[in-house]
Each structure stands twice: as structure tokens, then as C-alpha cells.
């Protein structure tokens, strides 16, 4: 079979496995469901995976990646520069957990935890962990660069991740809240920005470059 025509079965496969799952659940979903869906062959299905299983775990990694950032933030020599870095990165962050494929892919991952732990795993590894090491190296950078004082990189991003979140994030996983429109996230995320400049301000003594 072409690679070309692999992919696209695949991908094919993959829809319609997400589909499935979120109208019938993960365990009344069946196999010969999600191969009409696809309109494929079961041979071809267990071709591309061997089991359901596998397919839920490919469907957590693919959507994972709507999640992810380009890695390749731009140097920081300012704290104005900063600043600005951060609320661009914090409204994508907010933007992307905050389409709604990706929040059914939280569904789906807490709807599957007691009997496929590592589901949430695959979503953490492939979603979240880049961002964080992302915002991480941002951090280190800034530090290098006497921006912020002596505070672990890690925690600083902790920290921002919170102040931008809050709760936000559990209650529309509640479904208790709407997506906030843009303007309020962009509000949301400089706020956050804000208040982490000001607690972690430039070391004594550091040149003054805002």
C-alpha cells in the first residue's frame, strides 16, 4: 500500500475512532462501528492498529498536538520583551485547551483514567509537557539575561500556568462555564502577566532595560 494512501486511511480511521468515542463512549464503541465509519475493511483497521485500544491512545496523541506551540520562542533582552512573550504565549495556551476538541479529549481522558491510566499520560506527554518546557527555557533565558531574579525557572512557570488558568479549566470541563470570548482570555492572560513580573522582579542592582 502507498505511504501516501496509508496516511490517509489512517488519518480516516482516526476520525472516525474519535467520533465513536465521544458519541458512544470508549467501551460501547465497537471496532466494526468505527470501520464504517471510516469505510474501510476490519483487515485494513487492525492493519493500521491492533486493537481499540491503540486507537484511543493515537486519538489522545493526535489532538494532544492542537495543544502544542512552535518550540522556537524568541530571545528576550527586555522586560517589556518578556512581557510581551508571555501574554502571547499564555493566549495561545488559552486558545488552544480552550478549543473544544481538545477539552473532549480532557473529557475523554478522565472518562478512561481508572482503566487506561496512561491515556492521560499520552495527553500530558504530547500536550502539556512542550508547553511547559517551552515557557521553562523561556524562563531560563530571562534569567540569564538579569530579567528576573534567582527563583527556579520551573517555578516560575508553575506559577504563570496557574495565574492564567485558575479554575478555568475544571469548569469547562464541568461544562459549568462558556469559553470565554477572546478578549476576555487576552485580558485574563495579561493580568496573569502582571502579576508574575512583579513578583519576580529584576535582581538588585540589575540594569534597568524595560
Given amino acids: ?29 465497537s471496532t466494526l462501528d468505527i470501520a464504517t465509519r471510516a469505510k474501510v475493511s476490519k483487515r485494513e483497521l ?9 486507537m484511543l491512545t493515537a486519538c489522545i496523541a493526535e489532538r494532544a498536538k492542537r495543544m502544542r506551540l512552535p518550540l ?35 473529557r475523554l481522558a478522565i472518562a478512561e483514567s481508572d482503566r487506561s491510566p496512561e491515556i492521560a499520560r499520552v495527553l500530558d506527554r504530547a500536550g502539556r509537557e512542550p508547553n511547559r518546557a517551552a515557557l521553562v527555557e523561556l524562563l531560563t533565558m530571562a534569567q540569564a539575561n538579569g530579567l528576573v531574579g ?3 525557572p520551573a517555578t516560575m512557570a508553575a506559577r504563570f500556568f496557574a495565574l492564567i488558568w485558575g479554575d478555568l479549566l475544571v469548569r469547562l ?9 477572546p478578549a ?14 512583579a513578583l519576580y522582579p529584576e535582581p538588585a542592582g540589575a540594569k534597568e532595560s524595560g
Fill in 184 to 197: 476576555e482570555l487576552e485580558q485574563r492572560v495579561r493580568s496573569a502577566t502582571e502579576t508574575l513580573m
Fill in 150 to 152: 534567582t527563583v527556579e
Fill in 1 to 29: 500500500m502507498p505511504r501516501s494512501s496509508e496516511t490517509s486511511i489512517r488519518d480516516r480511521v482516526l476520525s472516525a475512532a474519535f467520533s465513536a468515542f465521544m458519541e458512544r463512549g470508549y467501551e460501547r464503541a
Fill in 46 to 54: 487492525y492493519t493500521l492498529f491492533d486493537d481499540k485500544h491503540a
Fill in 173 to 181: 470541563l464541568l461544562r459549568v462555564t462558556n469559553v470565554p470570548k
Fill in 72 to 106: 522556537n520562542l524568541p530571545a528576550v533582552e527586555s522586560r517589556a520583551a518578556l512581557a510581551a512573550t508571555l501574554n502571547q504565549f499564555g493566549i495561545a495556551i488559552l486558545q488552544g485547551v480552550c478549543d473544544p476538541k481538545v477539552l473532549a479529549v480532557y
